[in-house]
Protein backbone atom coordinates (compact mmCIF):
# COMPACT_ATOMS: atom_id res chain seq x y z
CA UNK A 1 0.00 0.00 0.00
CA UNK A 2 1.48 3.44 -1.05
CA UNK A 3 1.69 5.65 2.46
CA UNK A 4 0.16 9.03 0.68
CA UNK A 5 0.18 10.66 4.16
CA UNK A 6 3.55 10.32 4.67
CA UNK A 7 4.57 11.64 0.75
CA UNK A 8 2.27 15.24 1.97
CA UNK A 9 3.77 14.81 5.23
CA UNK A 10 6.93 16.05 3.83
CA UNK A 11 5.48 19.44 2.62
CA UNK A 12 5.83 21.63 5.70
CA UNK A 13 3.41 24.46 4.33
CA UNK A 14 0.47 22.04 4.30
CA UNK A 15 0.52 21.84 8.11
CA UNK A 16 -0.69 25.32 7.68
CA UNK A 17 -3.93 26.96 8.99
CA UNK A 18 -5.83 29.72 6.97
CA UNK A 19 -8.09 31.87 8.56
CA UNK A 20 -8.74 28.89 11.31
CA UNK A 21 -8.62 26.20 8.59
CA UNK A 22 -6.45 23.44 7.79
CA UNK A 23 -4.91 25.15 4.50
CA UNK A 24 -6.36 23.38 1.28
CA UNK A 25 -3.96 24.04 -1.27
CA UNK A 26 -5.36 23.52 -4.90
CA UNK A 27 -3.25 26.33 -6.84
CA UNK A 28 -0.17 24.03 -7.96
CA UNK A 29 -0.61 25.10 -11.66
CA UNK A 30 0.58 28.66 -10.54
CA UNK A 31 3.77 27.13 -8.57
CA UNK A 32 3.94 23.98 -6.49
CA UNK A 33 4.94 23.43 -2.62
CA UNK A 34 8.12 22.71 -2.01
CA UNK A 35 9.11 19.17 -0.33
CA UNK A 36 11.20 19.60 3.10
CA UNK A 37 14.36 17.64 1.23
CA UNK A 38 14.20 20.64 -1.38
CA UNK A 39 14.07 23.19 1.04
CA UNK A 40 16.72 21.47 3.12
CA UNK A 41 18.87 21.10 0.17
CA UNK A 42 18.70 25.15 -0.43
CA UNK A 43 19.60 25.36 3.27
CA UNK A 44 22.59 23.09 3.22
CA UNK A 45 24.03 24.91 -0.12
CA UNK A 46 24.06 28.26 2.25
CA UNK A 47 25.25 26.55 5.17
CA UNK A 48 27.83 24.74 4.07
CA UNK A 49 28.78 25.18 0.18
CA UNK A 50 28.16 28.78 -0.92
CA UNK A 51 30.99 30.16 -3.29
CA UNK A 52 30.26 31.36 -6.79
CA UNK A 53 30.55 28.81 -9.87
CA UNK A 54 32.71 27.95 -12.68
CA UNK A 55 35.43 30.87 -10.92
CA UNK A 56 37.13 29.69 -7.78
CA UNK A 57 40.19 27.35 -7.84
CA UNK A 58 39.61 27.04 -4.09
CA UNK A 59 37.89 23.50 -2.77
CA UNK A 60 34.79 25.50 -2.09
CA UNK A 61 33.97 27.15 -5.59
CA UNK A 62 34.55 23.88 -7.15
CA UNK A 63 33.28 21.48 -5.02
CA UNK A 64 30.12 24.10 -5.54
CA UNK A 65 30.17 23.59 -9.39
CA UNK A 66 30.78 20.43 -9.36
CA UNK A 67 27.21 19.89 -7.59
CA UNK A 68 25.50 23.09 -9.85
CA UNK A 69 27.20 21.00 -12.75
CA UNK A 70 25.64 17.52 -11.28
CA UNK A 71 22.43 19.06 -11.39
CA UNK A 72 22.57 20.02 -15.48
CA UNK A 73 23.23 16.28 -15.79
CA UNK A 74 20.31 15.18 -13.52
CA UNK A 75 18.27 17.45 -15.85
CA UNK A 76 19.92 15.67 -18.80
CA UNK A 77 18.29 12.59 -17.43
CA UNK A 78 15.23 13.89 -16.89
CA UNK A 79 14.31 15.21 -20.15
CA UNK A 80 16.17 12.63 -21.90
CA UNK A 81 18.42 14.96 -23.61
CA UNK A 82 21.38 13.82 -25.95
CA UNK A 83 23.89 15.76 -24.19
CA UNK A 84 24.60 18.47 -20.73
CA UNK A 85 25.48 20.33 -23.52
CA UNK A 86 22.06 21.04 -24.28
CA UNK A 87 20.39 22.35 -20.82
CA UNK A 88 20.62 25.94 -20.38
CA UNK A 89 20.10 27.35 -17.15
CA UNK A 90 17.62 30.08 -16.81
CA UNK A 91 14.77 31.60 -14.57
CA UNK A 92 12.03 30.23 -15.96
CA UNK A 93 9.74 28.96 -18.96
CA UNK A 94 9.12 32.45 -19.64
CA UNK A 95 13.09 33.24 -20.07
CA UNK A 96 13.26 30.39 -22.02
CA UNK A 97 10.64 31.56 -24.42
CA UNK A 98 11.94 35.40 -24.79
CA UNK A 99 16.16 33.29 -25.45
CA UNK A 100 14.49 31.94 -28.46
CA UNK A 101 12.44 34.25 -29.94
CA UNK A 102 15.59 36.79 -29.60
CA UNK A 103 18.25 34.66 -30.16
CA UNK A 104 17.08 31.97 -32.89
CA UNK A 105 14.05 34.20 -34.01
CA UNK A 106 15.52 36.99 -34.24
CA UNK A 107 18.56 35.79 -36.02
CA UNK A 108 16.96 33.50 -38.19
CA UNK A 109 13.81 34.37 -39.26
CA UNK A 110 12.88 36.67 -41.77
CA UNK A 111 9.52 39.14 -42.36
CA UNK A 112 7.05 37.57 -43.74
CA UNK A 113 8.11 34.10 -42.17
CA UNK A 114 5.49 32.70 -40.08
CA UNK A 115 5.25 31.32 -36.22
CA UNK A 116 2.17 29.29 -35.72
CA UNK A 117 0.85 30.07 -31.66
CA UNK A 118 -2.00 28.22 -30.68
CA UNK A 119 -4.72 29.84 -28.99
CA UNK A 120 -4.35 28.17 -25.82
CA UNK A 121 -0.89 29.32 -25.24
CA UNK A 122 0.00 31.22 -21.77
CA UNK A 123 1.13 34.48 -22.71
CA UNK A 124 4.78 33.77 -22.47
CA UNK A 125 4.53 31.72 -25.32
CA UNK A 126 2.75 34.09 -27.24
CA UNK A 127 4.07 38.17 -26.98
CA UNK A 128 7.54 37.11 -27.69
CA UNK A 129 6.52 36.33 -30.91
CA UNK A 130 4.21 39.27 -31.02
CA UNK A 131 7.60 41.20 -29.84
CA UNK A 132 9.28 39.70 -32.61
CA UNK A 133 6.77 40.40 -34.89
CA UNK A 134 7.55 43.96 -33.76
CA UNK A 135 10.86 43.69 -34.41
CA UNK A 136 11.18 42.09 -37.77
CA UNK A 137 7.63 41.18 -38.98
CA UNK A 138 6.93 37.91 -39.04
CA UNK A 139 3.54 37.04 -38.89
CA UNK A 140 2.33 35.27 -35.54
CA UNK A 141 -0.56 32.51 -36.52
CA UNK A 142 -3.27 31.68 -34.76
CA UNK A 143 -3.84 27.96 -34.04
CA UNK A 144 -7.72 27.77 -32.85
CA UNK A 145 -8.76 25.80 -30.62
CA UNK A 146 -12.48 24.31 -30.44
CA UNK A 147 -15.11 24.56 -27.36
CA UNK A 148 -13.84 21.57 -25.35
CA UNK A 149 -10.40 23.51 -25.32
CA UNK A 150 -8.32 21.26 -27.94
CA UNK A 151 -6.38 21.64 -30.88
CA UNK A 152 -7.32 19.99 -34.20
CA UNK A 153 -4.51 18.27 -36.13
CA UNK A 154 -6.14 18.79 -39.33
CA UNK A 155 -6.52 22.50 -38.62
CA UNK A 156 -2.88 22.83 -38.16
CA UNK A 157 -2.27 20.74 -41.36
CA UNK A 158 -4.39 23.69 -42.80
CA UNK A 159 -1.82 26.42 -41.25
CA UNK A 160 1.21 24.64 -42.12
CA UNK A 161 2.98 26.32 -45.08
CA UNK A 162 6.64 26.40 -46.73
CA UNK A 163 6.72 30.13 -44.84
CA UNK A 164 5.73 28.32 -41.44
CA UNK A 165 9.44 28.48 -39.72
CA UNK A 166 7.88 27.43 -36.13
CA UNK A 167 5.03 25.85 -34.03
CA UNK A 168 5.20 27.26 -30.30
CA UNK A 169 2.33 24.86 -28.38
CA UNK A 170 2.34 24.31 -25.09
CA UNK A 171 2.16 20.59 -23.94
CA UNK A 172 -0.67 21.19 -21.10
CA UNK A 173 -2.34 24.38 -21.07
CA UNK A 174 -2.50 25.51 -17.26
CA UNK A 175 -5.69 27.52 -17.87
CA UNK A 176 -7.53 24.09 -19.94
CA UNK A 177 -5.93 21.50 -18.76
CA UNK A 178 -5.44 20.01 -22.46
CA UNK A 179 -2.73 17.76 -22.73
CA UNK A 180 -1.62 18.19 -26.78
CA UNK A 181 -0.08 15.57 -28.76
CA UNK A 182 3.50 16.60 -28.99
CA UNK A 183 4.41 14.37 -30.98
CA UNK A 184 2.26 14.24 -34.03
CA UNK A 185 2.58 17.85 -33.79
CA UNK A 186 6.13 17.78 -34.24
CA UNK A 187 6.13 15.13 -37.10
CA UNK A 188 3.73 17.48 -38.87
CA UNK A 189 5.91 20.47 -38.59
CA UNK A 190 9.17 19.09 -39.35
CA UNK A 191 7.57 17.70 -42.71
CA UNK A 192 6.45 21.08 -43.62
CA UNK A 193 10.12 22.20 -42.61
CA UNK A 194 9.31 23.65 -39.15
CA UNK A 195 10.63 23.78 -36.18
CA UNK A 196 8.87 23.10 -32.50
CA UNK A 197 9.11 24.59 -29.53
CA UNK A 198 7.46 23.16 -26.65
CA UNK A 199 6.09 24.82 -23.22
CA UNK A 200 6.56 22.32 -20.94
CA UNK A 201 5.68 24.72 -18.12
CA UNK A 202 2.76 22.36 -16.76
CA UNK A 203 3.96 19.17 -18.48
CA UNK A 204 7.37 18.53 -16.28
CA UNK A 205 5.56 17.69 -13.09
CA UNK A 206 2.83 15.11 -14.23
CA UNK A 207 4.05 13.84 -17.55
CA UNK A 208 7.33 12.09 -18.54
CA UNK A 209 8.79 14.40 -21.16
CA UNK A 210 11.55 12.65 -23.62
CA UNK A 211 13.20 15.06 -25.94
CA UNK A 212 13.96 12.55 -28.24
CA UNK A 213 11.65 10.53 -28.30
CA UNK A 214 9.02 13.39 -29.24
CA UNK A 215 12.07 15.07 -31.24
CA UNK A 216 11.41 18.37 -29.92
CA UNK A 217 13.70 21.28 -31.15
CA UNK A 218 13.12 23.60 -27.88
CA UNK A 219 11.48 22.72 -24.35
CA UNK A 220 11.31 25.41 -21.65
CA UNK A 221 9.76 24.92 -18.27
CA UNK A 222 9.92 26.17 -14.59
CA UNK A 223 11.75 24.34 -11.67
CA UNK A 224 8.75 26.18 -9.21
CA UNK A 225 5.84 24.29 -10.66
CA UNK A 226 7.99 20.66 -10.35
CA UNK A 227 8.37 21.33 -6.53
CA UNK A 228 11.65 23.11 -6.50
CA UNK A 229 12.46 26.72 -5.96
CA UNK A 230 11.47 29.60 -7.91
CA UNK A 231 13.73 31.85 -9.78
CA UNK A 232 15.29 28.63 -11.55
CA UNK A 233 13.99 26.81 -15.14
CA UNK A 234 15.49 25.34 -18.30
CA UNK A 235 15.40 25.65 -22.07
CA UNK A 236 15.98 22.46 -23.82
CA UNK A 237 17.31 23.02 -27.07
CA UNK A 238 19.19 20.44 -29.81
CA UNK A 239 22.53 21.25 -29.94
CA UNK A 240 23.07 21.89 -33.37
CA UNK A 241 20.24 24.78 -32.92
CA UNK A 242 22.53 26.35 -29.76
CA UNK A 243 25.90 25.96 -31.78
CA UNK A 244 24.36 27.96 -34.39
CA UNK A 245 22.05 30.72 -31.86
CA UNK A 246 23.92 34.06 -31.28
CA UNK A 247 24.51 34.68 -27.11
CA UNK A 248 21.01 36.21 -25.83
CA UNK A 249 22.83 38.27 -22.69
CA UNK A 250 26.11 39.05 -22.61
CA UNK A 251 28.68 39.34 -19.48
CA UNK A 252 30.74 37.24 -17.47
CA UNK A 253 30.80 33.02 -17.83
CA UNK A 254 29.65 33.26 -21.53
CA UNK A 255 33.08 34.73 -22.78
CA UNK A 256 36.26 33.05 -23.64
CA UNK A 257 38.38 35.49 -24.66
CA UNK A 258 37.73 39.55 -24.17
CA UNK A 259 39.54 42.17 -25.64
CA UNK A 260 38.01 45.70 -26.49
CA UNK A 261 38.25 45.25 -29.88
CA UNK A 262 36.65 41.31 -30.31
CA UNK A 263 35.34 38.65 -27.94
CA UNK A 264 35.10 34.95 -28.59
CA UNK A 265 32.34 33.18 -26.59
CA UNK A 266 32.37 29.99 -24.43
CA UNK A 267 31.12 27.04 -25.85
CA UNK A 268 27.90 25.47 -24.90
CA UNK A 269 25.63 25.80 -22.48
CA UNK A 270 27.89 28.53 -20.79
CA UNK A 271 27.30 30.61 -23.80
CA UNK A 272 23.65 31.24 -22.84
CA UNK A 273 24.38 31.68 -19.21
CA UNK A 274 25.67 35.31 -18.59
CA UNK A 275 26.35 36.48 -15.26
CA UNK A 276 26.37 34.56 -11.96
CA UNK A 277 23.28 32.12 -12.01
CA UNK A 278 20.60 31.01 -9.76
CA UNK A 279 23.46 28.07 -7.76
CA UNK A 280 20.64 27.57 -5.18
CA UNK A 281 17.95 27.50 -7.40
CA UNK A 282 19.53 24.95 -9.20
CA UNK A 283 20.65 22.89 -5.96
CA UNK A 284 17.28 22.81 -4.92
CA UNK A 285 16.18 21.52 -8.68
CA UNK A 286 18.39 19.12 -8.11
CA UNK A 287 16.38 18.26 -5.31
CA UNK A 288 13.25 18.34 -6.55
CA UNK A 289 14.14 16.17 -9.68
CA UNK A 290 15.21 13.53 -6.79
CA UNK A 291 11.83 13.50 -5.52
CA UNK A 292 9.92 13.16 -8.28
CA UNK A 293 12.32 10.43 -9.53
CA UNK A 294 12.18 8.42 -6.39
CA UNK A 295 7.95 8.68 -6.63
CA UNK A 296 7.87 8.13 -10.38
CA UNK A 297 5.84 9.09 -13.16
CA UNK A 298 3.40 6.13 -12.91
CA UNK A 299 2.96 7.33 -9.57
CA UNK A 300 2.08 10.54 -9.93
CA UNK A 301 -0.17 9.77 -12.81
CA UNK A 302 -2.08 7.25 -10.70
CA UNK A 303 -2.49 10.22 -8.06
CA UNK A 304 -3.88 12.95 -10.07
CA UNK A 305 -5.96 11.28 -12.43
CA UNK A 306 -7.94 10.08 -9.47
CA UNK A 307 -7.87 13.31 -7.91
CA UNK A 308 -8.82 14.71 -11.84
CA UNK A 309 -11.88 12.36 -12.03
CA UNK A 310 -13.35 12.58 -8.09
CA UNK A 311 -12.72 16.53 -8.26
CA UNK A 312 -14.57 16.83 -12.45
CA UNK A 313 -16.86 14.42 -10.86
CA UNK A 314 -17.93 16.28 -7.39
CA UNK A 315 -17.54 19.65 -9.36
CA UNK A 316 -20.17 18.69 -12.00
CA UNK A 317 -22.59 18.08 -9.30
CA UNK A 318 -23.27 21.69 -7.90
CA UNK A 319 -25.90 23.54 -9.92
CA UNK A 320 -24.79 26.23 -12.49
CA UNK A 321 -21.20 24.86 -12.50
CA UNK A 322 -19.49 25.01 -16.27
CA UNK A 323 -16.33 23.36 -16.56
CA UNK A 324 -13.83 25.41 -18.89
CA UNK A 325 -11.64 22.75 -20.45
CA UNK A 326 -13.41 19.97 -21.18
CA UNK A 327 -10.81 17.73 -23.61
CA UNK A 328 -10.37 13.92 -24.10
CA UNK A 329 -6.60 14.24 -22.97
CA UNK A 330 -6.31 16.54 -19.40
CA UNK A 331 -4.11 17.16 -16.74
CA UNK A 332 -5.29 17.73 -13.03
CA UNK A 333 -6.74 20.64 -14.21
CA UNK A 334 -10.12 21.82 -13.30
CA UNK A 335 -10.90 25.62 -14.47
CA UNK A 336 -14.88 26.32 -14.13
CA UNK A 337 -17.62 29.03 -13.83
CA UNK A 338 -20.59 29.35 -11.60
CA UNK A 339 -23.74 31.37 -12.84
CA UNK A 340 -24.60 34.04 -10.30
CA UNK A 341 -20.62 33.97 -8.66
CA UNK A 342 -17.89 35.70 -9.82
CA UNK A 343 -14.75 34.09 -9.93
CA UNK A 344 -13.07 36.54 -7.54
CA UNK A 345 -16.02 36.93 -5.53
CA UNK A 346 -16.12 32.99 -4.69
CA UNK A 347 -11.82 32.73 -4.73
CA UNK A 348 -12.29 35.11 -1.87
CA UNK A 349 -15.04 33.26 0.05
CA UNK A 350 -12.66 30.23 -0.78
CA UNK A 351 -9.82 31.54 1.25
CA UNK A 352 -12.31 32.41 4.38
CA UNK A 353 -12.44 28.82 4.52
CA UNK A 354 -8.50 27.98 3.85
CA UNK A 355 -8.99 26.80 0.47
CA UNK A 356 -6.70 28.08 -2.43
CA UNK A 357 -7.44 28.21 -5.93
CA UNK A 358 -6.79 30.88 -8.36
CA UNK A 359 -9.45 33.17 -10.22
CA UNK A 360 -8.09 35.31 -13.11
CA UNK A 361 -7.30 34.83 -16.82
CA UNK A 362 -4.93 32.69 -15.77
CA UNK A 363 -2.32 34.73 -17.71
CA UNK A 364 -4.36 32.75 -20.79
CA UNK A 365 -6.44 36.42 -22.36
CA UNK A 366 -6.77 34.49 -25.54
CA UNK A 367 -8.65 31.76 -24.19
CA UNK A 368 -11.00 33.57 -21.65
CA UNK A 369 -11.94 35.41 -25.03
CA UNK A 370 -12.55 32.16 -26.94
CA UNK A 371 -15.07 31.02 -23.67
CA UNK A 372 -16.30 34.42 -23.28
CA UNK A 373 -15.61 34.84 -19.44
CA UNK A 374 -13.65 37.14 -18.03
CA UNK A 375 -11.86 34.76 -15.66
CA UNK A 376 -12.39 31.33 -14.55
CA UNK A 377 -12.16 29.47 -10.76
CA UNK A 378 -9.70 27.26 -11.14
CA UNK A 379 -8.56 24.03 -8.80
CA UNK A 380 -5.05 22.23 -9.77
CA UNK A 381 -3.55 19.77 -8.08
CA UNK A 382 -0.13 18.46 -7.20
CA UNK A 383 0.82 15.28 -6.00
CA UNK A 384 0.21 15.94 -2.06
CA UNK A 385 -3.83 16.68 -2.57
CA UNK A 386 -6.11 14.34 -1.70
CA UNK A 387 -9.98 13.73 -1.82
CA UNK A 388 -10.05 15.41 1.57
CA UNK A 389 -9.19 18.80 -0.27
CA UNK A 390 -11.50 18.13 -2.57
CA UNK A 391 -14.08 17.74 -0.54
CA UNK A 392 -13.35 21.42 1.57
CA UNK A 393 -13.16 22.89 -2.15
CA UNK A 394 -17.00 21.74 -2.76
CA UNK A 395 -18.21 22.39 0.78
CA UNK A 396 -16.70 26.07 0.84
CA UNK A 397 -18.11 26.75 -2.79
CA UNK A 398 -21.71 26.07 -1.40
CA UNK A 399 -21.28 28.19 1.61
CA UNK A 400 -19.91 30.69 -0.89
CA UNK A 401 -23.13 30.33 -3.20
CA UNK A 402 -25.66 30.40 -0.15
CA UNK A 403 -24.29 34.11 0.43
CA UNK A 404 -23.25 34.90 -3.21
CA UNK A 405 -26.47 33.89 -5.01
C1 LIG B 1 1.73 26.86 -19.55
C2 LIG B 1 2.64 27.89 -18.92
N1 LIG B 1 3.64 28.39 -19.63
C3 LIG B 1 4.48 29.30 -19.13
C4 LIG B 1 4.36 29.74 -17.84
C5 LIG B 1 5.32 30.77 -17.33
O1 LIG B 1 6.09 30.22 -16.33
P1 LIG B 1 7.06 31.15 -15.45
O2 LIG B 1 6.22 32.27 -14.94
O3 LIG B 1 7.54 30.24 -14.38
O4 LIG B 1 8.15 31.61 -16.35
C6 LIG B 1 3.33 29.26 -17.05
C7 LIG B 1 3.12 29.75 -15.68
O5 LIG B 1 2.01 29.78 -15.18
C8 LIG B 1 2.44 28.29 -17.60
O6 LIG B 1 1.45 27.77 -16.88
Request: aromatic share 8%.
Amino acid sequence: MFDHAALRAQFPILKLTENGHPLTYLDNASTSQKPLSVIQAVEDYYSTQNANVHRGVYGLSERGTDAFETVRKKVQAFVNAKSYKEIIFVRGATEGVNLVAQSWGRHFLKAGDQVIVSEMEHHSNLVPWQMLREQIGIEVIKWPINERGELSLEDLAGLLNERTKLVAVTQMSNALGTINPIKQIVEMAHQAGAKVLVDGAQSTSHIKVDVQALDVDFLVFSGHKLYAPTGIGCLYAKQALLEAMPPYMGGGDMIYKVSFEQTEYNELPYKFEAGTPNIAGVIGLGAALDFINQLGFERIAQIEEELLHYATERLSQIEGLRIIGTAATKGAVVSFVIEGAHPHDLATLLDQDGVAVRASHHCAMPVMLKFNVPATVRASFGVYNNRDDIDRLVASIHEALDMLR
